[in-house]
T-cell receptor, first 114, second 113 residues
């Protein structure tokens, strides 16, 4: 079945450092891919998404590229801020046009310090 | 402004009490979901619904029950709360196809004492 593997955290970075959170997936066909962010005490918010191979999703300085050849969707940001401290979830959707549930990774906690 | 609402945000309740966690959405989404989130952050799907009068159990066995008699409303009920039910509960909704992703509520943090 479908699965998502995220790098384990916590990830601790200094402000303005470069961020990469790895995400790889196993799925058949052409799934949609998502990154969600969860700030302390809140629900999950959609951060970015990509629906086909080579698509790049971007939002708030974060980027991720849908790489079908490596089945990856790594999250990157060039310069993190303290306000980026949160838990990040990678998620996999069904093939475009199908009606299946999302599969979530286990989450990666990011802590950014001054 | 949130389009999916969960109440209460926080609840502390005694063992044996019956509780209902409310979830409502204003987006007209067909699909709704309940997740339990453990302290280690992992999300566990406990119930979902693909439309009115449709409910299914999720991947994690749960003693809770749900109902869906209106598109916008998807309450979760625990008939007899126990300390093992202490957790964060997240409600989400989505359109028919998952390419749009899920919209999550802010969650209910339940503590059973």
């Amino acid at each position: 079945g479908d699965s998502v593997t995220q790098m384990e955290g916590p990830v601790t970075l200094s402000e303005e450092a470069f961020l990469t959170i790895n995400c790889t997936y196993t799925a058949t066909g052409y799934p949609s891919l998502f990154w969600y962010v969860q700030y302390p005490g809140e629900g999950l918010q959609l951060l970015l998404k990509a629906t086909k191979a080579d698509d790049k999703g971007s939002n708030k300085g974060f980027e991720a590229t849908y790489r079908k050849e490596t089945t990856s969707f790594h999250l990157e940001k060039g310069s993190v801020q303290v306000s980026d401290s949160a838990v990040y979830f990678c998620a996999l959707g069904g093939n475009t046009g199908t009606a299946s549930k999302l599969t979530f990774g286990t989450g990666t906690r990011l802590q950014v310090t001054l | 402004e949130a389009d999916i609402y969960q109440t209460p945000r926080y609840l502390v309740i005694g063992t044996g009490k019956k509780i209902t966690l409310e979830c409502s959405q204003t987006m007209g989404h067909d699909k709704m979901y309940w997740y339990q989130q453990d302290p280690g952050m992992e999300l566990h799907l406990i119930h979902y619904s693909y439309g009115v009068n449709s409910t299914e159990k999720g991947d994690l066995s749960s003693e809770s029950t749900v109902s869906r008699i209106r598109t916008e409303h998807f309450p979760l009920t625990l008939e007899s709360a126990r300390p093992s039910h202490t957790s964060q509960y997240l409600c989400a909704s989505s359109a028919r196809y998952e390419t749009t992703g899920y919209t999550f509520g802010s969650g209910t943090r339940l503590t059973v004492v």
